[in-house]
């Protein structure tokens, strides 16, 4: 692996989108924070997917997970948002890291159950 491709590098690479990303939805340009938010949402997944879920990775392992599950609410991909939730967890990831997954899986999982009621009315 080069360095271009370490988990730092990508994760690095994925803050800067995910910078723009708030910056275009803060001065109201939704669609365009929606697309980089995808963009970052790429790089992260890539970075959390580089370290193996063993101890010796956690804290980091989580972290990227998390931060990857968060860009996926971010750029409206709920169902991958619930997938980077599962797939982050690992026995040890750390308690904090739990509760964070477990939020945003609540979040998750609320914009889909208005989604689907508004399908059934």
Known sequence: MN????PLTLH?????LADQAYIARRNGQVEAAIELARKALGYEVE????????AGS???????????????????????ALELTAQGRTPWTPAEA???FDALERNVRLVLQTRMAKWDS
Not at 47 to 54: D, G
């Open 98 to 100: 739990l509760a964070e």
């Open 58 to 80: 956690e804290p980091t392992r989580s972290v990227l997970y998390l931060a990857a599950a968060s860009l996926a609410w971010q750029a409206k991909d709920y169902e991958l």
């Open 47 to 54: 970075a959390a997917k580089r370290l193996p879920p063993v």
């Open 12 to 16: 690095q690479q994925a803050l800067v």
């Open 3 to 6: 360095s271009r491709d370490d």
